[in-house]
C-alpha cells in the first residue's frame, strides 16, 4: 500500500472449503481505482487485482454460471 492509497474493504466471507474470501475497493492515487481479491488458503495467500472492466465481464460471468446450477437463489 502506498503513502496516497486508500482502501475500503467491501465484503469478508468463508467460501467453500472454508478459504477466506476478502473484497477490497482501492483507490490508488492518480485517478486510478481498482477491486482487490485477496484469497487464503491456509497460509497461502493470492491477490487479484481488477479494473472496472475486468470487474463487469467476471460479475456477468459469475451471474450467468450462477443463474444455470441447480439450486436456490439467495433469499428464498
Do not use: C
Not at 493470492?46 to 441447480?70: C, H, M, N, S, Y
Amino acid at each position: 500500500m502506498t503513502p496516497e492509497e486508500t482502501v475500503e474493504t467491501l465484503a469478508e466471507f468463508v467460501t467453500a472449503f472454508r478459504r477466506e474470501l476478502k473484497v477490497d475497493a482501492v483507490d490508488a492515487g492518480n485517478d486510478v481505482h481498482f477491486l482487490r481479491l485477496t484469497y487464503k488458503e491456509g497460509k497461502r495467500i493470492t491477490q487479484i487485482g481488477l479494473d472496472r472492466e475486468d470487474a463487469l465481464r467476471l460479475a456477468r460471468l459469475f451471474e450467468e454460471w450462477a443463474r444455470k446450477v441447480p439450486g436456490r437463489d439467495p433469499g428464498d
